[in-house]
């Protein structure tokens, strides 16, 4: 079992650019891929990004395309996103997951939360 602890939040402006951190509890953190979503008040949590275990696949939520990019640190069992152009509408708390890969089936964990706050 894995536990997760993101940091890097806060309250920006519009347009100006956040780094947010996910530590993980593991010895085994090359044998999770990990990702990044979202939940704005009043709506469903949303996926943002995600990144396979060794960095070589890479996904993205369209509204994250192009302004947030994800990575992973491995020898310090650590997942980013750098997040650059923020808008209102990027205002949530961010959770970090991590999706344990078994030969049998895949299990979910996840952190509890960072708030991020865009002003206008």
């Known amino acids: 079992q894995v536990q997760l602890v993101e940091s890097g939040g806060g309250l920006v402006q519009a347009g100006g650019s956040l780094r947010l951190s996910c530590a993980a509890s593991?010895?085994?953190?090359?044998?999770?891929?990990m990702g990044w979503f979202r939940q704005a008040p009043g709506k469903e949590r949303e996926f943002v990004a995600a990144?396979?275990?060794?960095?070589?696949?890479?996904y993205y939520a369209d509204s994250a395309k192009g302004r947030f990019t994800i990575s992973r640190d491995n020898a310090n069992n650590r997942v980013f996103l750098q997040m650059t152009g923020l808008k209102p509408e990027d205002t949530g708390v961010y959770y970090c997951?991590?999706?344990?890969?078994?030969?049998?089936?895949?299990?979910?964990?996840w952190g509890k939360g960072t708030l991020v706050t865009v002003s206008s």
């Open positions: 593991t010895r085994t953190f090359d044998n999770y891929a």
């Open positions: 990144i396979s275990w060794n960095g070589d696949d890479i």
């Open positions: 997951a991590a999706r344990l890969l078994r030969w049998d089936v895949d299990i979910d964990y």
